[in-house]
Nanobody, 113 residues
Framework: QVQLVESGGGLVQAGGSLRLSCAAS????????MAWHRQAPGKERELVAF???????NYVDSVRGRFTISRDNAENTVYLQMNSLKPEDTAVYYC???????WGKGTLVTVSS
């Protein structure tokens, strides 16, 4: 059974940091590109960052330089370190195995101004 379980969300002030984790099980994590997406209130879900099976990270322009995606294949976990958070980063953040229907239930990040 495939599972993706996000954790680490919460309330933080602008300029602060959070680290999200996504624990994966039930599929060949090592061979999958993994991604973080987010959905802000009233908006469509959008890609934030992804990391290839080889560990190469990619970011959308709005988070580049502030967010860092990483993975630990030994722990089947992907991380998203978020620094210099802005109120516009407020969203539910979802973990996803790229090009699959494997999604977590999300973790809420709220950034206050």
């Amino acid at each position: 059974q495939v599972q993706l379980v996000e954790s680490g969300g919460g309330l933080v002030q602008a300029g602060g940091s959070l680290r999200l984790s996504c624990a994966a099980s039930g599929f060949a994590f090592d061979f999958k590109t993994m991604a973080w997406h987010r959905q802000a209130p009233g908006k469509e879900r959008e890609l934030v960052a992804f990391i290839t099976s080889g560990g190469a990270p990619n970011y959308v322009d709005s988070v580049r330089g502030r967010f860092t995606i990483s993975r630990d294949n030994a722990e089947n976990t992907v991380y998203l370190q978020m620094n210099s958070l802005k109120p516009e980063d407020t969203a539910v953040y979802y973990c996803n195995a790229w090009a699959t229907n494997y999604w977590g239930k999300g973790t809420l990040v709220t950034v206050s101004s």
